[in-house]
């Protein structure tokens, strides 16, 4: 048989890169579709704060079959950010138990981290962490994992890759974040 008729069941490593808007909306799609199927997905996102007052909203919409939890501790080193960087470690860290509870539950279909790719850049988690993420996964759950600059390692064990790259964005010509498209 080969690879195109093959109706194989088997769960599925996608990482969705790049610097270009849609990442997470890209997610969000995959909730949309699963839910159809009256699917259960369970998103973690590891950035508190990144997720928008629609987004929120409309995840409740889809409860039960889609449940939301933030793991992280807010936005990194930005002008705001009063907290030691130790304990945005300790809360991605705590992010990473939490996803592997999760995962491990086998009570999902679909499980997605969104923003841990910006959770390892900025050294907040490390390698052996997400390794051991994707070890926990049963073999037929769905695993998605967002935001920009995915290392190299994690882009080769994937099955699917998606970089979004910036052609436009409106913040390039001072147009403010837009009511659903943004926020
Ligand atoms: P979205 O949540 O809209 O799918 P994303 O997940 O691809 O975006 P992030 O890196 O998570 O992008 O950025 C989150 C926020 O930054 C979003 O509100 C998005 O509109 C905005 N953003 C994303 N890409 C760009 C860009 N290239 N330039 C300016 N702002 C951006
Ligand atoms: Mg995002």
Same mark, same amino acid.
């Given at each position: 048989m080969t690879a195109k008729t093959k109706e194989e069941k088997r769960g599925l490593l996608i990482v969705y890169?790049? #610097?270009? @808007?849609? @990442?997470t909306t890209a997610a969000l799609g995959m909730c949309v579709? =699963? $839910?159809?199927y009256d699917w259960k997905i369970s998103i973690i996102q590891f950035v508190k704060g990144s997720w928008k007052y629609g987004e929120l909203k409309g995840i409740k @919409?889809? !409860?039960? #079959? $889609? +449940?939301?939890?933030t793991v992280g501790e807010g936005f990194v080193g930005i002008v705001d950010d009063t907290k030691d960087f130790k304990e945005h470690v300790k809360a991605a860290k705590e992010g990473i138990t $939490? =996803? *592997?509870e999760k995962i491990k539950s !086998? @009570?999902?279909n679909i499980v997605i981290l969104d !923003?841990? #790719?910006v959770a390892y850049k900025l050294g907040l988690v490390n390698q +052996?962490? *997400?390794e051991s993420l994707l070890k926990a996964n049963p073999p037929k759950q769905h695993l998605v994992i967002t935001g920009r600059d995915a290392p190299d390692w994690l882009i080769e064990k994937a099955d699917l890759v998606t970089e979004m790259k910036e052609i436009k964005h409106p913040y390039q010509q001072g147009i403010m974040a837009q009511k659903g498209v943004d926020w």
């Open positions: 890169t790049g #610097n270009g @808007k849609g @990442k579709r =699963a $839910v159809g @919409k889809l !409860e039960p #079959n $889609v +449940e939301l939890m $939490v =996803a *592997i !086998e @009570k999902f !923003e841990l #790719n +052996e962490d *997400i």
